[in-house]
């Protein structure tokens, strides 16, 4: 069974641009779920999907960022405009009752 | 914030089994422990979760006290690939009225397994 996989791998982006991170999740899970981890903070919540709801975003720190996850399928995590701050890597999850399986992340860096 | 407490880093040789501790003293009853790992720059990586019994997979063992309060990650033997930071988490597995799914990460043990 195919992973969950993100997009791209790395960003590099300037500061007041838009950047757009692609998270596949596992063929069949429900949940989709995003963190992200700056620098030299721990690994923090997002948002939680459960199909194309959202069902817990108390973890988006401000109105630059929206998630979407139409049909339930595949999520996007956008940000705009990026900030300096943003920097980071950004990790998408998936689950079906059990334990999360984690993409590799997105690297983004905002100059 | 994480309700569990861990030291920050930790040395095993090669070959030896290694012992990974967390406190998580305001554990809730319905609450499991998970662990997980995060090597290098990867996702973080399911390793095993329990309630109250000790369990036991592929990967590892998890050793929790009878009062709940605290838990043990086991290696049994460990490799240079097992060099990564690793995390106690403690939620409720699934949706129950009140409760969350999302993961609160701490900060880790940092593990390094030498040659």
């Known amino acids: 069974e195919a992973g969950v996989t993100q997009f791209p791998s790395h960003s590099v982006i300037e500061k007041g641009q838009t950047v757009t991170l692609r998270c596949d999740p596992i063929?069949?899970?429900?949940?989709l779920y995003w963190y992200r981890r700056v620098m030299g903070k721990e690994i923090k919540f997002l948002l939680h999907f459960v199909k194309e709801s959202k069902q817990d975003e108390s973890g988006m720190p401000n109105n630059r960022f929206l998630a979407e996850r139409t049909g339930g399928t595949y999520s996007t995590l956008k940000v705009q405009p990026a900030e300096l701050e943003d920097s980071g890597v950004y990790f998408c999850?998936?689950?079906?009752?059990?334990?999360?399986?984690f993409g590799s992340g997105t690297r983004l860096t905002v100059v | 914030d994480a309700k569990t407490t861990q030291p920050p880093s930790m040395d095993c040789a090669e070959g030896r089994a290694a012992n990974l501790p967390c406190n998580h003293s305001?554990?809730?009853?319905?609450?499991?422990v998970y662990w997980y790992r995060q090597i290098h720059s990867q996702g973080p990586q399911y390793i095993i979760h329990g309630l109250k019994n000790n369990e036991t997979n592929e990967m590892a063992s998890l050793i929790i006290t009878e009062d709940r309060k605290s838990s043990t990650l086991i290696l049994p033997h460990a490799t240079l690939r097992d060099t990564a930071v690793y995390y106690c988490i403690v939620r409720v597995p699934f949706v129950l009225q009140g409760g969350s799914e999302k993961l609160v990460f701490g900060k880790g043990t940092k593990l390094t397994v030498n040659p």
């Open positions: 305001t554990i809730s009853g319905n609450e499991y």
């Open positions: 999850a998936s689950s079906q009752g059990g334990g999360y399986t």
């Open positions: 063929s069949g899970h429900d949940n």
